[in-house]
């Protein structure tokens, strides 16, 4: 420093001293000071250790009026924070009070203490200081011990509260404290977290537990849960848990895990019986984690049980794999596959997160899919060693969920597992399941494991947060000995940059303990957290033009990482990062400063209790793998596991004492590591990580510039954001009660005469089929209806469409419709209502609504509540936009530029350009089925893309589908079984009558009138529109393949990459869903004189025919896949057949994509040709098509508790196809009367010659990038490599 006092420090340089206070305003100095190199008055100088680099630094030093002071200024001036009048030679020796400016008042601090730290180590203290304002243990010197200190100013009970006395200083001192100082305090308290005392009523009432789910432990020590669950009827899900992962691993055995769970797995022959039967199995690896599954029904066609063969199967994998020298090589190169399968952006984008959310454990280096070389070189032995320590029955819970009694459940979970023989036991009297948390643990909130007999190493985190609502529920971990030269975490920002990323995203992340969900109390806490962020969500995205702004705000509970994150991501232009960074910390600094508005309280409290009302209604139809995995997560951190029924009560018992007080200091709790960023009061940052591109594209002038973005930008920014006044942050938007109110469309509907009109309309135009339940109308403007009344959700589905989609682009304008629906949806207006306004209106109404566009439709998606004319509600907004939608040239520029990003990030993606390229191949002259080139976007303008859309989206031409309990028959269930269980059909004896509930007749006939009414009111009045139609009927049509040479019919690229991966698409042509394909394929097929009659089956003329025979075909084509390239020969982690199905179009395609090592990916791609042409000479077997038919049941059965999927039953009913009621009514009975010669026929319908066969393969990886072959290369946009003038080409061209 300058001016330094010339005499040497009397002290080492090493020399650390610990301050600690029990006093609020003490705080800020707790922590560790090292002695600097200088002096000041002939005293020594210490630096406070472990702030942010950023914050302003604060020194410990004797100035030049005689006092010890903690100030910011190094050169020794009378000016600081705190005072003591005391000459001693060193800091430790202090006998006086320092003397505080607490914002207010000069106040001393007995309780502030100056210790020297190797004497406090000497003396046997255990206590480590905290950091950024946490208490700090008094050790040897008699202070207050850290864990009797509160944080964030919170007071423990051990301590009492300060006394606050003035006193005066020197006058000259006095008022240069104030002048400078007052602000430095005003900004601590700004930061400062109170928490407001939970009402004694909810902190003493304990949450019920779910009567249903049974819980229990077997001898040997293995935990399971059961729950008698009867959706969907006649199944059961079985998970067994081995409570190991990768966190559990050596560093010699990273990946052990995981490969354990492909050889356990893959290896049992028992779970290889369950083939074809119906059921379906699979396994994950997590870092705590390792779970096998089963889902199958609980009895076959013939009455054979499936429960006892399919625990057998789970005892086997997890109990008494056979782990075999061939399955280990097999598994081997499976998982070296998989590494290089997944390592795609997302999963380095992960990786880079979490080595900075979590660098003080495992979690951030030992990811489960392991070290390569190490994979390579382990043996059986290792295996069994591993298995030997970890796969034992104490260290296993089990979970049972289905339509099953609780005592077979019981009887087959003891039979089969009782018998395995208990290992790493126990002491006597000791525990096998409590406590959750495991005792003795150095910090108890620290990431949760399972209590073992043998020491497990924990895993701390660096916690940046106390609990919520606590002060000092902290972490030790938090806290680091920094005598042996640790430091204390603070969150440095970590920038990770990678030349394949096209857009900036930045990651900010805090983590903080688990509260259990235990007491009213905790689900006070948890309501405050949820009302906060969809309030916080709401107004930054109403701070973006775009209805798609790019920032996703969440806390929750990490399952597999052990703790609560709360995150803060933010997507970007690269060359608008400072903007949208900028509009996040202000959003999230004014809520701290200020909270939210009764009317968002309200209003997001009100949605709140919809959906957990919602949840009532929907218990009956909720699946018993989403059950399954609740109980699973919720006993990791110790939740109380509760019905919908308790949880509703649960939540409006804790609603009337939900305070805006409350949200607001919940929003410094959570939101302040941003929001006060930087300040020394604020909580640290847990981590920082920027995933960034090297270089973006300039359109101006054709030309790839170096793009760069530094610590020191972010941190500049992040502290030069301005405040918000409390007038502009607590500023409400007018939320709509009714669209449609005063605009008179009503009241020219509802004119003399409209029961009349409507009972006429209704009486020649509705049309209601029995057997399917289906009700089709055509309404007065000549849109068609189709709906089906389900009880599956408390939520109705809409589908409104029409043909056209991207099919209906030309040449000319290709793109035009894609980026016209997203202009509609960018601008998010309607009338004169703004965005703000919709989305409220939105919200208030619990609805969704959704436009995009495929190859043959555009369509609007749409969810409504079925309570508080929820459908009303979105049919006024459906009625606006169509009568006043909004287009905006600002809108059409966001929603051309959102493309433009998508078509430079298609390019660097090495899986998005492989496809692309095949379908680029496969249809040359025809850019409407390949991903929009960045040079056909340019051409468009806002009245193109209105033309588009407009020619598209007339009233005229739409199909309307809907799903929902329109009957009102989970209203009437939910009055006759108040107060009861409702979790599938789990009630107790006396509650199964409420079970089906009868509406009747006269009510049910009201609500189906009221919706006929509603929909011939809101969508039946908007008049035909007189925009001429696009053109639809241009179906793509496949390029002759004979013409071409091997060579065209095959593109090969490679990106450069740090990592090296691979990935193939092989295609050709199809029919479509009815059968029917483009041009060349009719001429292909009359040349072959194929037909669908050839098999001569009964059903050949009904319309599911083709598409049955086509869905089981695929099954059969998925199945030798992957018990080839992938089981046998060990070439790729994962290969699968898709068909396009068209319904419209008469076109179609099949495509197999395939992934591999570079080094293999040939190989990869002949052996899944052999494949696909194979079936030709090796015909399907009745053994295969049986079990693809019962994949395709059992996947029916299962789907059809959703309105997702019945709305893809009811989509196309009314447009000219051949598609009617009976492809709804009869799909299992066509899926019964298949043989294989309707599948192997049903194989002749694809090009699979291997001239008809067209390939894309891609790998990267070092070297640089090019593309070869095809029939028609394009030249990519060129780049400049930093520090070079030279163009680059980045996608060069061979």
């Known amino acids: 420093a300058d001016g330094a006092d010339a005499a040497a420090a009397p002290l080492a340089l090493g020399q650390r001293l610990v301050v600690n206070s029990a006093q609020p305003a003490g705080q800020p100095f707790c922590g560790e000071y090292q002695v600097q190199s200088f002096t000041r008055n002939d005293r020594p100088v210490f630096q406070k250790a472990g702030l942010p680099a950023n914050s302003q630094a604060v020194y410990l030093l004797f100035n030049e009026a005689g006092q010890w002071a903690f100030t910011p200024h190094a050169d020794g001036r009378a000016d600081g924070w705190a005072f003591a009048q005391d000459s001693a030679g060193s800091p430790s020796e202090i006998k006086g009070a320092f003397t505080i400016w607490d914002g207010t008042t000069w106040a001393p601090d007995a309780t502030l203490r100056v210790l020297d730290k190797a004497a406090v180590l000497s003396a046997g203290s255990t206590s480590t200081p905290g950091f950024s304002g946490a208490a700090v243990a008094g050790g040897a010197a008699g202070g207050p011990a850290a864990s009797d200190m509160g944080f964030y100013g919170q007071q423990a009970s051990a ?41 004694a009523a909810l902190a003493d009432k304990s949450l019920p537990s779910h009567p249903a789910v049974k819980r229990g432990v077997l001898p040997n020590g293995m935990r399971y849960v059961m729950l008698k669950n009867a959706m969907p009827p006649g199944r059961f899900e079985a998970h067994i848990e081995l409570h190991v992962g990768s966190i559990d691993e050596e560093p010699h055995e990273q990946g052990i895990a995981h490969m354990m769970e492909h050889v356990c797995f893959l290896g049992s022959r028992k779970r290889e019986r369950l ?27 013939d009455g054979r049980d499936m429960y006892i063969p399919a625990l057998e199967a789970l005892h086997e994998i997890a109990f008494a794999p ?23 952006m997302e999963y380095r984008i992960e990786t880079w997160t979490l080595s900075g959310l979590h660098e003080t454990n495992k979690l951030g280096s030992q990811f489960p899919i392991g070290k390569e070389e190490q994979i390579k070189a382990w043996q059986q032995k290792d295996l069994k060693a591993f298995h030997e320590k970890w796969y034992y029955p104490g260290n296993a819970t089990l979970y049972v969920v289905g339509d099953m009694e609780e005592e077979e459940m019981l009887r087959g979970i003891k039979r089969i597992f009782e018998p395995t023989p208990a290992r790493n036991e126990h002491a006597p009297g000791q525990a096998f399941v409590e406590p959750v948390w495991g005792s003795g643990s150095e910090d108890p909130r620290s990431l949760f494991r399972r209590q073992l007999a043998k020491k497990r190493p924990e895993q701390l ?58 007491t009213l109390e905790d689900i006070w806490h948890l309501t405050a957290v949820r009302i906060l962020i969809g309030v916080l969500q709401f107004r930054i995205v109403s701070r973006y033009s775009s209805n798609h702004a790019p920032v996703q705000i969440d806390h929750s509970d990490s399952f597999r990482e052990g703790c609560a994150v709360t ?206 339940g289906i009700t089709q109308l055509l309404l007065p403007n000549g849109a068609k209806v189709n709906y089906a009344c389900t009880t599956n959700e408390s939520q109705g589905t809409m589908r409104m469409l029409v043909p056209g989609g991207r099919s209906a682009d030309t040449q000319e304008n290709l793109g035009s419709a894609m980026v016209g629906i997203r202009t509609v949806s960018e601008s998010g207006r309607v009338s004169d209502f703004s965005r703000e306004q919709i989305e409220l209106f939105a919200v208030s109404n619990t609805m969704s609504v959704h436009l995009d566009l495929n190859l043959e439709f555009a369509f609007i998606d749409a969810t409504f509540s079925m309570t508080d004319n929820g459908l009303v509600a979105v049919l006024e907004l459906l009625h606006l936009l169509f009568q006043e939608p909004r287009w905006e040239l600002p809108a059409f520029v966001r929603a051309q530029q959102a493309y ?141 393949s004979e013409k071409l040479s091997p060579e065209e019919r095959q593109r090969n690229a490679h990106l450069e990459d740090s990592d090296e991966r691979a990935v193939a698409n092989i295609g050709g042509g199809a029919p479509n869903r009815w059968g029917k394909g483009d041009a060349y394929h009719t001429k292909c097929m009359e040349a072959k004189k194929f037909s669908w009659d050839a098999p001569d089956n009964a059903m050949k003329d009904h319309p599911l025919y083709p598409s049955m025979c ?79 038919r019962r994949t395709l049941m059992r996947r029916h059965e299962t789907d059809l508790q959703t309105n997702e999927y019945w709305i893809s039953l009811l989509t196309h009913l009314q ?16 899926l019964q009367k298949l043989t294989w010669r309707d599948v192997q026929n049903a194989y002749t319908s694809l090009l699979t010659e291997p001239h008809q066969l067209f390939t894309s393969v891609s790998t990267a990886g070092p070297g640089s990038s090019f593309i070869s072959g095809g029939a028609r290369p394009t030249s990519q946009p060129a780049s400049t490599s930093s520090g070079a003038a030279a163009k680059k080409e980045l996608i060069e061209v061979d």
Not at 1216 to 1225: I, L, Q
Request: hydrophobic letters at 40%; a negative charge; glycine letters at 6%.
């Open 275 to 301: 083939i074809g039967t119906g059921s379906r199995s699979n396994a994950l690896t997590d870092f705590q984690h390792t779970i096998y599954h089963i889902h199958s029904p609980v009895r076959l066609e």
């Open 461 to 518: 985190h660096n916690f940046s947060l106390p609990m919520v609502g606590t002060g000092d529920v902290f972490t030790q971990a938090a806290a680091f000995d920094q005598a042996s030269g640790e430091r204390p975490w603070q969150g440095p920002i970590r920038i990770c940059r990678n030349e394949l990323l096209e857009g900036l995203q930045l990651n900010f992340y805090a983590k903080t303990p688990v509260r259990p969900l235990r």
């Open 322 to 344: 056979e782990m075999l020298p061939h399955r280990i090589e097999k598994e081997r190169k499976a998982v070296l596959a998989e590494m290089q399968q997944v390592n795609d």
């Open 900 to 1040: 433009k990003a998508q078509a430079y990030a298609v390019q660097k993606s090495l899986e998005q350009s492989t496809l692309d390229r095949l379908m680029g191949i496969m249809y040359a002259n025809d850019g409407r089925v390949s991903e929009p080139k960045v040079e056909d976007l340019n051409k468009l303008t806002l009245a193109k893309v209105r033309k588009a859309v407009s020619g598209q989206l007339r009233p005229q031409d739409l199909e309307i589908n809907l799903v929902g309990d329109f009957e009102g028959r989970a209203q009437a269930k939910m009055a006759a079984v108040e107060g009861g269980l409702s979790t599938g059909k789990h009630r107790e004896e006396e509650a199964q009558d409420a079970e089906v509930v009868e509406v009747p007749a006269v009510a049910r006939e009201r609500r189906l009138r009221e919706l006929d009414e509603a929909l011939w009111k809101y969508l039946g009045s908007v008049p035909q529109s007189e925009v001429p139609q696009v053109e639809m009927d241009r179906a793509p049509v496949i390029c002759e």
């Open 159 to 199: 301590v009492p509260e300060p006394v606050y006395e003035s006193v005066e200083l020197p006058t000259p001192m006095a008022s240069v404290g104030r002048l400078h100082w007052k602000a430095h305090w005003a900004a601590s308290e700004r930061c400062l977290v109170r928490w407001v005392p939970a009402p």
């Open 567 to 772: 995150s803060i991501t933010i997507n970007a232009d690269p060359r608008d990062w400072r903007n949208a960074l900028a509009c996040v910390v202000q959003e999230i600094r004014a809520i701290c400063d200020y909270g939210i508005t009764e009317g968002e309280m309200k209003r997001y409290m009100a949605a709140m209790l919809k959906d957990v009302q919602k949840g009532v209604a929907e218990a009956d139809s909720v699946p018993s793998e989403d059950h399954l995995n609740f109980i699973m997560t919720s006993d990791v951190f110790d939740h109380v596991v509760m019905n919908p029924e308790q949880s509703c009560v649960a939540f409006q018992e804790v609603v009337p004492h939900v305070t805006m007080e409350q949200i607001h200091v919940t929003a410094k709790w959570m939101l302040g590591f941003i929001g006060y960023y930087g300040r020394a009061a604020a909580p640290p940052t847990t981590a920082v990580v920027v995933c960034t591109p090297t270089q973006v594209y300039q359109e101006q002038d054709g030309q790839w510039v170096p793009f760069n973005i530094t610590e020191e930008e972010i941190l500049e920014l992040m502290l030069s954001v301005p405040d918000k006044s409390r007038e502009d942050a607590l500023n409400q938007v007018d939320v709509p009660e009714s669209l449609l109110a005063g605009k008179g469309y009503m009241e020219k509907i509802l004119s003399d005469g409209v029961v009349d009109k409507m009972t006429a309309w209704r009486a020649c135009s509705r049309k209601h089929d029995e057997a399917t």
């Open 1110 to 1188: 086509l869905l089981a075909m695929r099954e059969v084509i998925n199945t030798r896949l992957f018990s080839t390239v992938r089981d046998s020969l060990g070439l790729s982690y994962d290969c699968s057949f898709e068909l396009s199905m068209f319904d419209r179009l008469p076109a179609g395609w099949y495509t197999c994509t395939v992934s591999a090592h570079p080094s293999r990916i040939d190989e990869a791609v002949t052996a899944a040709k052999d494949v696909v042409m194979g079936v030709k000479k090796r015909p399907v077997s009745e053994l295969e098509l049986s079990t693809a």
């Open 1215 to 1230: 447009y000219d196809n051949p598609k009617d009621t009976t492809c709804v009514r009869d799909i299992e009975m066509m």
